[in-house]
């Protein structure tokens, strides 16, 4: 059974930081591209950013390009977001996604990912 789990989120104050976990299990996770999706109430879902297995590279949408980081942990099947001067307008519930390789930006092809995580809710208030 395919599962992607996130942990992390929570509420942060302007400017502060959250890193967020997605635990992968039931398929070969370092065959994947990895992708974060946000989505905020009233919103459309929006790409994050990606891990391409295709060319190795992370790919970040313009609006978190310089404070958002993403790494993976082949050996703990776990792929991480860092979000550093976080901002009122990064609220919203955050999911990994795991998809076949895909050259170029990853995060702007949503669906080509084939599993999903249940999300994890960032909150950005003073």
């Known amino acids: 059974e395919v599962q992607l789990v996130e942990s992390g989120g929570g509420l942060v104050q302007p400017g502060g930081s959250l890193r967020l976990s997605c635990a992968a299990s039931g398929f070969t996770f370092s065959s994947y591209d990895m992708g974060w999706f946000r989505q905020a109430p009233g919103k459309a879902r929006e790409g994050v950013g990606c891990l391409s297995t295709a060319d190795g590279r992370t790919y970040y949408a313009d609006s978190v390009k310089g404070r958002f980081t993403i790494s993976r942990d082949n050996a703990k099947n776990t792929v991480y977001l860092q979000m550093n001067s976080l901002k009122p307008e990064d609220t919203a519930m955050y999911y990994c996604?795991?998809?076949?390789?895909?050259?170029?930006?990853?995060?702007?092809?949503?669906?080509?990912?084939?599993?999903w995580g249940q999300g994890t809710q960032v909150t950005v208030s003073s």
């Open positions: 996604a795991a998809g076949p390789p895909y050259g170029g930006a990853c995060f702007s092809v949503p669906n080509k990912y084939n599993y």
